[in-house]
């Protein structure tokens, strides 16, 4: 294992926690993560393609080593600029592999700012947990946020008596992970407290923000990406996880766009199916 590097950006007034796997002078990869996740969860990635490229890996704002934002703005605005910040900081274009709500912010980011990014690489990340379309934005929808939001003041995080049960607890969650990474995954993705362990990360990523851009938004970024573009799902039954496995339609200015479905695994594409993420990886990336 090549261990990391902990450093630091700062995005919007919010130092973002970065994690560096070196080769500098290579070209930049950047690893970004999903929901109540963190970027550690990379390293049997980063392992496999530091040696190509030079990897780092953010926290997003309110997960792992990065700053907790008072107020909770967790928004898909705010995290894809702290997203195009580090790609700033690390040397633009660069390629861009991410997971899930990670995979959403990667894509509004590059409509957003296309010319930061030199390819992008997306697992089970079409989907968003954004407010549904048939929801008018309105006092009755804003009430609803603000009272799930206000809600989490009175929360108190669950405490895991020991790191064997937080190990427990994310092998509930994905069974398929494997039993030799279990044990840093609960680490990285602890801290302890009195009474034992609780997630690092922040439970008002929850709440999102009031203004959130809308599912039916999205496809107006993706079709202003002009990069090429690789999306990748699980070999399941997309319908009821809100995947879009037919968004090629919607890239209309992206170099080229292409669909792969994994088989044999779960949400969690590359702990799932390791070797495989990693050669079409390795095949995407080096064909920009």
């Known amino acids: 294992m090549v261990e990391p590097t902990q450093r630091f950006v700062e995005s ?54 990065s700053a907790w934002v008072p107020g909770g703005t967790y928004g898909l605005p705010d995290n894809a600029l702290d997203v195009v910040r580090v790609i700033e900081w690390v040397g633009s274009p660069a390629r861009v592999l991410a997971h899930s709500y990670g995979g959403s912010v990667s894509l509004l980011a590059n409509g957003t700012y296309p010319e930061h990014f030199r390819a992008l690489m997306v697992l089970e990340g079409t989907h968003s947990l954004n407010p549904r379309d048939d929801e008018p934005m309105g006092p009755g929808w804003l009430r609803r946020w603000g009272d799930r939001v206000r809600s989490f003041e009175g929360m108190t995080p669950r405490v895991y008596p020991s790191l064997d049960d937080a190990r427990e607890r994310l092998k509930a969650a994905n069974p398929r992970l494997p039993a030799d990474f279990l044990p840093s995954m609960a680490e990285y993705a ?16 929850n709440g999102r923000t009031s203004m959130e851009v809308r599912r039916a938004e999205l496809p107006r970024f993706w ?56 050669s079409e990886a390795r095949s995407f990336f080096a064909s920009v």
């Open 190 to 205: 602890s801290k302890p407290v009195e009474g034992g362990y609780v997630w690092r990360h922040d439970y008002w990523i």
């Open 223 to 278: 079709a202003n990406i002009e990069c090429p573009v690789l999306l990748v799902f699980a070999d399941r039954d997309h319908t009821n996880s809100g995947q879009v496995p037919d968004a090629e339609q919607h890239f209309a200015r992206a170099a080229s766009v292409r669909t792969v479905f994994i088989p044999d695994s779960g949400h969690w594409i590359h702990h799932d199916q390791l070797e495989r993420t990693v």
């Open 12 to 65: 919007q007034r919010v130092q973002i926690s970065v994690w560096d796997w070196g080769n500098e002078g290579a070209p930049p990869l950047v690893l970004v993560h999903g929901g109540g996740d963190n970027a550690r969860s990379w390293q049997r990635v980063a392992d496999t393609l530091s040696s190509e490229y030079h990897v780092v890996a953010p926290d997003l704002r309110g997960h792992g080593g």
